[in-house]
């Protein structure tokens, strides 16, 4: 009993450390990315893929993440147990979470890229500033939880905390970027 | 080639020549239209983040066309704004002339028949901005 409680108290001691060396390193990589924005980004004209402008073309590559976001924080939230009425979650659930995460981080690099080398930590105006720094917060967020799910001494609620800070980062990028864009120039192709 | 055969070959024929002649003679303006060969006097043409020329002088009645020559979207908005101290847009306001979005393909054209001086810029990019003026 004793033993129990010296493991349960020396567990938080343990986790701190590690927890603050997850923080650490994705604000590494959100700061490296923004660094790497003003620095090598400026206008450029980049292949569109059938699409009228870079723009257009990212707004709806970004659309289509936030439906594999939208699935991601469901699938989420089932695993966590907060969809009662579809019961415990199947492995089938852990495996669409899991996929569907891979998937829609790999449709996220194509937009990183366009917006570091073509558009660059744009801080002309509160939009696009704070636009990016929600884009390198994401990737921030998205290594932290990464590793966070590799550390098993974390606390439990860290990855579910990672994960709803990388879901918001998200939707607030494509909320001040895609949806601004659509609502500027129209639903258009 | 039969009778009925003929006619429905005739029948295509005036068919295409009549759909040709009506395009020929569509006009656009203002409004946005697909990518043409235009006079370089009436024409602006984007070039990343700017207009070029940057000011252009038509005589009214003139149309002028703005077309874009790369992949990045833009808009042409006329209005009034005032710059920061960097050369940004602080604050933009758009008369309701001109506010279409521009991009490749997609050409904007706008004939201005009174004479005055007319400032445009792109409301998407705040170190954008062009002006026509247009004499009697």
């Known amino acids: ?189 | 080639m039969n009778t009925t055969h003929r006619r429905l070959v005739a029948l295509a024929g005036t068919s295409i020549a009549a759909a040709a002649l009506s395009a020929c003679g569509s006009s656009g303006t203002p409004a946005s239209s697909p990518a043409a060969a235009h006079d370089k006097a009436t024409t602006v043409v984007t070039k990343l983040l700017s207009f070029g020329p940057k000011k252009l002088t038509v005589k009214a009645g003139t149309t002028v066309t703005w077309s874009d020559s790369d992949s990045i979207g833009h808009t042409v908005t006329t209005g009034t704004f005032s710059l920061g101290s960097n050369g940004l847009r602080t604050s933009e306001h758009p008369d309701g002339v001109v506010d279409l979005p521009l991009r490749k393909g997609k050409d904007v054209s706008f004939t201005f028949d009174k004479p005055g001086r007319y400032v445009y810029y792109c409301s998407i990019h705040k170190g954008m901005s062009g002006e026509i003026d247009v004499t009697p």
Do not use: N
């Not at chain 1, 590799?150 to 001040?176: D, E, I, K, Q």
């Open chain 1, 1 to 189: 009993m004793s033993h129990a409680r010296e493991v349960t108290a020396a567990a938080p001691r343990a986790a701190a450390p590690v927890l603050l060396g997850v923080v650490l390193l994705g604000t590494a990589v959100s700061v490296t990315l923004g660094a790497l924005g003003a620095t090598v980004g400026q206008p450029r004209s980049l292949p569109t893929f059938g699409f009228t402008s870079m723009q257009t073309f990212k707004a709806w590559l970004a659309s289509l993440v936030l439906l594999l976001v939208l699935l991601q924080l469901f699938t989420a939230l089932w695993i966590y147990g907060r969809v009662p009425w579809l019961g415990p979650a199947s492995k089938g659930v852990h495996r669409i979470h899991r996929t569907s995460g891979v998937v829609a981080i790999a449709l996220t690099l194509p937009i990183a890229w366009y917006c570091i080398y073509a558009f660059g930590f744009d801080t002309s105006t509160p939009r696009t500033t704070v636009h990016s720094v929600l884009g390198c917060a994401f990737y921030g967020a998205f290594v932290a939880k990464l590793c966070a799910l590799r550390v098993p001494r974390l606390p439990h609620a860290v990855v579910p905390v990672l994960g709803g800070l990388l879901f918001a980062t998200f939707v607030g990028a494509w909320w001040l970027s895609a949806l601004w864009w659509f609502q500027t120039v129209g639903w258009t192709r």
